[in-house]
């Protein structure tokens, strides 16, 4: 009896997580700007706390390449050692002798787990393909009977130090140890301690780390802010704005001057090019 409730409760969070990202163009509007850069410089690194696929369907909406931990064969097997590669453009498309990073690309950390996450037979970690949106009642008892995701329980702090979840957060300690840093925190409320331990930590001794805290419910009165205002208060390196995450994208600047093209468009120019000399 006692199990059946709790296969019960855990269905909810994945119910009121399996979301349709194409009725908002927020998520590939905020994609398409932070992912302007030099492409000398770093990847952009989304870590996520939550399970939907927003980031995911975003993504594949506006052609945009991910490396999420994930290989590439089938299915899609975890390897912590995926955040290590990236994708080149090579022979037949190179102007110069050196291999060029492809346009629109981010790295994915999932530090809780996913919807689409689950271990197979073998023990191992696999992304499987899922139509979330068929309201099939078989396929949201396949996710709950092996899936990933760190539902909140009393054993939430043990499982951080299983695989993937391990991987993930030993990634979110290391980004934010790199110089001049920009961490975004959006709708975080810093209630969950494993996280927020490490942004101060990590404000504390990296000094040329800066953080913007965006989040519609921020009050200093409420006691998971108080700290977060103290912060502030003393360090030039935290903004708290109180906004929502689509008014936040809105605002966020544009920088056109390095405008990302798709990999076959930028290879089209480049072929036509050629052909016109």
């Known amino acids: 009896m006692l199990e059946s409730y709790i296969e019960k409760i855990k269905q909810f969070p994945i119910q009121k997580c399996t979301l349709d990202v194409s009725s908002s163009d927020t998520h590939k509007s905020f994609l398409r700007k932070i992912t302007k850069r030099k492409m000398k410089d770093s990847r952009v690194k989304v870590f996520t706390l939550n399970y939907d696929t927003l980031w995911e369907q975003a993504a594949n909406s506006d052609g945009f390449k991910v490396i999420d931990g994930f290989g590439y064969t089938n299915p899609r097997t975890f390897n912590g050692r995926m955040f290590d590669y990236d994708i080149v453009i090579r ?6 002798e050196e291999d060029s990073f492809i346009p629109k ?27 979330l949106f068929d309201n ?6 396949i996710v709950i009977e092996n899936r990933l995701a ?12 299983e695989q ?3 991987e993930m957060m030993s990634r979110f300690q290391r980004a934010l140890r790199i110089e001049n840093t920009l961490l975004i925190t959006i709708g975080f409320s810093f209630l969950d301690k494993n996280i927020s331990s490490v942004i101060e930590e990590s404000l504390k001794y990296n000094t040329s780390l800066s953080l913007i805290v965006i989040d519609q419910y921020i009050n200093k009165a409420k006691n998971n802010w108080q700290r977060a205002f103290a912060f502030a208060e ?8 109180a906004e929502k995450f689509v008014d936040f994208v809105s605002n966020y600047p544009d920088n056109n001057v390095f405008e990302q093209e798709d990999v076959d468009v930028k290879f089209s120019k480049m072929l036509k090019k050629i052909i016109n000399q």
């Open 234 to 241: 003393v360090d030039n390196r935290k903004l708290l704005v």
């Open 136 to 141: 099939n009642k078989d396929i949201i008892d």
């Open 105 to 131: 690309l981010f790295h994915l950390y999932k530090l809780h787990g996913s919807l689409d996450w689950y271990k197979n037979n073998e023990g191992d970690i696999v992304q499987k393909e899922l139509d």
């Open 150 to 161: 760190a539902f909140p329980s009393d054993n939430k702090y043990e499982q951080s130090y």
């Open 91 to 96: 022979e037949g498309s190179r102007i110069k």
């Open 164 to 166: 993937p979840y391990f």
